[in-house]
């Protein structure tokens, strides 16, 4: 509702799937200070040491209520150089169940009936069954991480494993010495419960910094203030019914 100059910088894009962050740079910041921004965190000697809190937040505008980080709709913008060790602590306090646990074994598990009565999709696809009205998503209360985009290894991060209400793990992850400056991301990636995590508030960007091709050093932009603008939507069809390809573009 805001007629403002912007310039869309592409540096270092990232694409993966349906997922896109832009970094957008408003030249015109006075007219700009009703973008809510997220918090930001930037490494100090080498070293980025955050928590995050997984609780039910309320939307600015008070109409939405969903799972986010640190109590806001939107994660923290994590800021860390190559070289840098990023320490995460993630504490879950979404409310869990015995009948949620027991619920989600038997589904993660693929021998649990011969007959293979369970949803097959939820048990192979982390992306969840969001069509399907009686069941949904799996273990909704349970959380986990995934930096997507760096290079981690898998046994570190291991999104295999979750929290459940109480619980907290502490991620330590190495920045390679020669990962590519630029905009990546980090999110929630329990099994059966993406997509839920993508249309909640369970995701934040994750910069990583450059000196040798800084963004700020490109031509025309001297003056320009940073906005980081996480986008998502979703197809619905106008009967309220999801298409069978639903996935949320982020």
Do not use: C
């Not at 694409?15 to 962050?21: A, P």
């Not at 809510?36 to 080498?46: D, F, L, R, V």
């Not at 007959?115 to 959380?143: C, K, M, Q, S």
């Amino acid at each position: 509702h805001k007629s403002i100059p912007f310039i869309i910088i592409f540096f270092k894009m990232k694409l993966s799937g349906n997922v896109l962050f832009l970094v957008t740079l408003l030249f015109d910041y006075g007219r700009g200070e009703g973008y809510n921004q997220p918090q930001a965190y930037k490494s100090e000697n080498g070293l980025l040491d955050v928590s995050l809190v997984v609780d039910m937040v309320t939307s600015l505008n008070g109409t939405r209520t969903a799972p986010g980080y640190n109590g806001r709709s939107a994660g923290p913008t994590l800021r860390v150089s190559p070289g840098d060790t990023l320490r995460v602590t993630l504490t879950n306090n979404l409310q869990t169940t015995e009948t949620d646990a027991e619920l989600y074994q038997y589904i993660m598990d693929p021998n649990s009936d011969y007959v293979n009565a369970t949803i097959v999709a939820n048990r192979l696809d982390n992306i969840g069954n969001p069509w399907n009205p009686t069941y949904g998503f799996w273990g909704l209360g349970y959380a986990n991480l995934h930096f997507h985009g760096l290079e981690v290894n898998p046994s570190v991060e291991d999104t295999k494993t979750y929290i459940s209400n109480g619980e907290s793990k502490t991620y330590e992850i190495k920045i390679a010495e020669d990962q590519e400056p630029g905009t990546y991301w980090y999110h929630n990636h329990v099994q059966g419960t993406t997509v839920y995590a993508y249309l909640s508030s369970l995701m934040g960007a994750i910069i990583v910094e450059g000196t040798d091709r800084d963004v700020t050093e490109a031509p025309g932009i001297e003056g320009a203030t940073e906005v980081i603008m996480i986008l998502s939507e979703y197809l619905k069809h106008p009967d309220g019914n999801f298409p069978m390809t639903f996935f949320p573009i982020v």
